[in-house]
């Protein structure tokens, strides 16, 4: 059952995030030492079910654990939902001798894991990378932490100019259905409100305040992107009950996918990196790797919820700081 | 006629931009050898118009070399437009003693002044503040070369997420009319096309690179804003020759006109500065101070004409690179 | 006993770190909610000494929230090592009427407050800001998450001009006794050997692989600062079993304590902030707030032992990856 | 005579700096466009010697643009100062069919090249690439703004942490026998002091201001590296003539050479790339194309005088800001 481990592909998969080179890295150098090869699949399922594989060396790895984005490339399939997709994916990984799997990647390439494990038996090890936080049994994904960072420096830069003209400024950010990355960027910013997609569409104390705006001072309005808060619907609210108001939007967008990593976020790399190939010496499989509460978690594919939860602390700050 | 220049009035009008602080430090020191004393005039004309002066001292400057945005706070006058206006900016600058001006801003505040001195007879000099790089006479306005490299350093993020993804960018940046920071940023982060609005909406050999664009590599189109070229329409011009095309929009937004400003606006801001105040001792008015050819240079402000071209050169690195 | 707190005390102590001012900002902002005055206490227990008091608003200390330093200054103070010292500063604390006190500094700081509750009855709350991250009871101390980032973008920069030319480059860093900024931005900078003062004198392979070093490329050791292991006395060691080695020496210094906050310093800030206050209002003192296992810790000041070990994981990584 | 070229050698040699990358990709899209095949040449005049050759990609190099280092790596190399070496070196590029090379370095290259000029006719252009802006025929060499960007950036952090504990810092930049990057970052920081190897060890205008520090802000001292005004020789000075002041140091060492490329540098980088292989197909051989006074330039080797000094601008900016 617990027959060696000889070679280890690797693959990004869904959006790429700062961070993911570095968890390369992590992997890779353990796999050496342990005596294990790597090989590399680019662009997630997609070189799979391409058959693009070739190997990778922990010495090349060392030099990118600094740089943002995936060296591995990274891409949606839509074949790999199909049966055959699937089949030609794991055609190519028994030709290559591929005998365990570590994927990064957010929810979506988890559950392409676990549908894969119907016909494929060899082990998988998930690491959550996404720059959303959104993903349950870790406490920080692969990537937050830069974004979080990439997003304050461009917001500091902003309020340098709202100061210097009393401006309103609505600063949208990334997130999709998660208020992590506007949390984190709207307290650190010292802004006047800080809206989240799990507030929902609820912003009447933010009107409430701009309404009295005199333009003695700078306003800040950090906003999740989203359906019911984006950027512009909040600025059309705000001139409704203050038509005079000097407003401007920016919306960050995707810089802050991109960049060199944070210091946590390569850490937190090579850790679930490290981890991961140990999980697969220990005959893990099919469980994400996270980190809960600063110590390293295992999470089944299987019981894996989307949605990582805002918590109390969380929503607590965002009630005294934010409204 | 030359009488001794006791108190200058300085001020920051227009749009901020990063190197303001500089030059009022160097203004500041270089008053200070010479005996002068310096006041600062709150928001541009408004303050003026509103009475708002304070004493300003060379050691609090020295602190703020460094920061983005202005001090003195800048604004938009309405009230400056009308006789009223001037009159009473003219009744506080002669209540505070003030004998030569000093204001840091764009085209639109020096003809403010030149206007202004129809009725009032104390010097004024010009300093370029602006990050179009859009005014003649100058070679460098203070904060393009900062809004330049803000740029950059998100058009370098958002490569690495292009290049994970092989995706088509098109990056947005600022210039009002002026293709200045799209062609230097555009050039300098290895763009595959650069729009400005010097050339107009003729954009057809994109249309023709993007016909037959393979998804191999990352695509990136850095555009000026601008009505024939903001980056919607470029975005829909593409996708109308090329339907399955993955793009993505990014405009970079206010970012731009904040942050630390870059050693070389730190330093226009000096120079231009201490020439400002050099400029009054040797008994010179109503001119604006630049650095053409890396030389200090007067312009009157009525020998002023709004654009700075784009220069050969430039023209010629654009059809190399961008096209 | 738990009569209502009026009137808060703030000052800093010890070294600076980033992240300070946003700790003042969490504690004003949740004061001022409570109706709770803050007073500002200038350079430590000096400006106690020297009743050295101001008044802080919430709305100044959210203009400050993503500054580096400290906006209350620090100092050491030897006149309050005296009783007659610390007379004094109980004095100007009752002048003021400070009902409460809020120290945000190191071990020194702490044991100066528990020093001093023998003649002050006053509570005291106490948040460990410090880069070096040397205290117990708390994952995180104020500054280091910054430190380390500063650290690493210097270590990239270095990393292009050692890769240029296959240099040897020992980098020192800062953490007094504590390898913590040493084994962060070795791991996350890809550092071939990482030396830290817990370990010791004993590089003994790091001269192993230094001795076979054939200049095929760049070759990166992060030490820690200390007397047995400093960048001089590495650099001789390793020029004595390999004298044609192409070496370079680059101690990172002060640097590591400036520059603006990260986003998780800035969160711990707030964070560690808000809940001193929150302590304060359930008549808590003597307590030191952290960050143990991502959840808010109390430690009381008598039961601090200096030293955060460096824990059981990070020592396996230092293994894996800087030997 | 002037013979079509087809192919052009390029190699970076001396220190390596920032911008470099940009200039071989303005090389090599100019190349591309007039169908000539450029060819990299790794490790300067040791490569050569040795026959690493390898052709070169515009696709690629667009990748490198805004990279620090060169990826064609740099060597200084004795074999060249000889004959034998030379010949060597001529053989390789007569076996690859280099007609003519374009060299990115400081004085010794460009010598370099003026001596192997006598037994090889190909055409040399040179792009003057270090930091320390010390070569004449051009107002900046690649790498200088870049290096000037990395030392405020830094020297920023720095006064962070010295006012808030009111200490006096003398900051260490490099620069060799040149006081630019000093000036630069001096003035640019708003220091006390600025000591510069062309005025000497003549500092004791600096002495006479540190007597009476009264330690009631910080005193920042920015100086060049160099035998007579070295940070530590500056600090025994100040020593002996307050004895009691609170001072550190801090040398920025090589993060100088690395990191990013400011805008200047990589458009630097472009405009010259561009000039240089626009002047081989003028026919031009054996010059150093450089930036006067905002002008392409083309100086003859042998004309070169090394030392670009301090204009007169720059001197008076030194004596009003820096003593």
Not at 196 to 206: A, M, N, R, T
Not at 270 to 295: D, F, H, T
Request: aromatic residues 6%.
């Amino acid at each position: 059952m617990n027959k060696k481990i000889k070679n280890i592909g690797l693959f990004t998969s869904g959006g790429d995030s700062p961070g993911m080179n570095a968890a390369l890295y992590g992997i890779a150098k353990v796999a050496e030492i342990n005596g294990i090869k790597i090989t590399g699949i680019l662009k997630g399922y997609e070189g799979m079910i391409n058959g693009d594989f070739s190997p990778l060396k922990s010495s090349d790895l060392k030099k990118m654990v600094h740089r943002g984005g995936t060296l591995l490339k990274t891409a949606r399939s839509k074949r790999f939902l199909t049966i055959e997709g699937r089949k030609l994916a794991l055609k190519h990984l028994q030709e290559n001798n591929i005998d365990a799997l570590i994927a990064i990647g957010g929810d979506g390439t988890f559950k392409g894991l676990l549908t894969f494990s119907e016909i494929c038996d060899i082990p998988f090890i998930g690491i959550p990378g996404t720059i959303d936080n959104d993903i349950s049994g870790t406490d920080y994904t692969l990537g937050f932490d830069s974004a979080v960072n990439t997003a304050i420096e461009n917001i500091d830069k902003i309020k340098d100019t709202a100061e210097s003209h009393n401006r309103v400024f609505i600063v949208e950010v990334m997130g999709r259905d998660s208020g992590y990355i506007a949390i984190h960027s709207g307290l650190t910013t010292g802004a006047d409100a800080i809206l989240i997609p799990e507030s929902g569409k609820d912003f009447i104390y933010l009107l409430d305040k701009v309404k009295n705006y005199d333009s003695e001072d700078a306003f800040l309005v950090v906003v999740s992107e989203g359906d019911e808060i984006g950027a512009e619907l909040v600025s059309s609210k705000i001139k409704e009950v203050n038509p005079n108001v000097d407003l401007r939007i920016t919306k960050l967008g995707h810089v802050q996918r991109g960049g060199n990593p944070s210091a946590l976020d390569r850490m937190l790399g090579i850790r679930l990196g490290v981890e991961a190939v140990k999980s697969l010496l220990q005959s893990k499989k099919n469980v994400m790797v996270g980190i809960l509460n600063n110590q390293l978690h295992l999470t089944p594919f299987n019981e894996m919820v989307k949605q990582h939860q805002v918590n109390k602390e969380l929503h607590e700050l965002l009630e005294l700081f934010g409204k």
